[in-house]
């Protein structure tokens, strides 16, 4: 778990806990969660003993293991509201990974960045492992693509010009004119599908997810090795666009 960059350090750790929760999906020990989070085990007790006195967090004297309880859920459930007619954006986000059978990413526009902010991962032995927070330059990932979509083509090309102006001397630059052909056809189909932008042999089918206003942009997609997607690249589209109509009336 990343510190530092402007985030207050007990913010982070607590924000952080949670989010090794989600990933996990399971009741944890002291020792797991520290190594998760990378901090100390005394320190990792201090907060798991806080948030248990706060009723966030409940112990399991037998399994000598810690678990959130039923209040954290609560905390944002009425945020499914403004998004989703049929469940959570989590069911939603479920329901298309068991349908498509890969990890499923949601992101959101984080300055020039893509940030996952929610991962449900694949269960298949060959998958695409991401973790939620991860960041990339927009004009890297086919869901930073479909974000930049969204924008004027004037601004689309000053965020290009500004990754390229502020990257590392070893950072990858990025052509603005190429990004522009894959924006435009981003727009002219619907999605976007460019293999092995990141990783080779792994890619994402990604569309642009209905936000209710005020929230920033958002888009899903589906990460998984690239021959799979190919194969299986109209039924997943179909399906993910199916559960989106579903839960998000779009």
Known sequence: MA???????????????LQIFAEHRRA??????AQALGIPQSSTSMLL????AMGY???????????????????????NDE?????????????????????????VESGVYSEYIHVVQSEQALRYALRPGTRRPLPATNIGRVLLSLKPDDEIERIVRRINAEAAETDHRFDVAETMRAI???RREGHSFSHNLISSGASVIALPMPTPAGYKPMAIGVGGPTDRLVRGHDVILAEMRR??????GS
């Open 57 to 79: 967090v409940s112990f399991d004297a037998e399994a000598k293991a810690f678990r959130p309880t039923l209040r954290v859920a609560l905390l944002g459930a009425w945020l």
């Open 49 to 52: 003993k806080t948030l248990t």
């Open 83 to 107: 998004f989703s007619r049929e469940g959570s954006v989590d069911e939603m986000m479920v329901a298309m990974a068991r349908a498509t059978q890969d990890a499923i990413i949601l992101g």
């Open 184 to 186: 435009r056809a981003i």
């Open 3 to 17: 510190e530092g960059e402007g985030v207050v350090k007990s913010a982070g750790r607590v924000l952080g806990l």
């Open 28 to 33: 944890m020990r002291v020792s797991e969660i």
């Open 243 to 248: 559960l989106i109509a579903q839960y998000l």
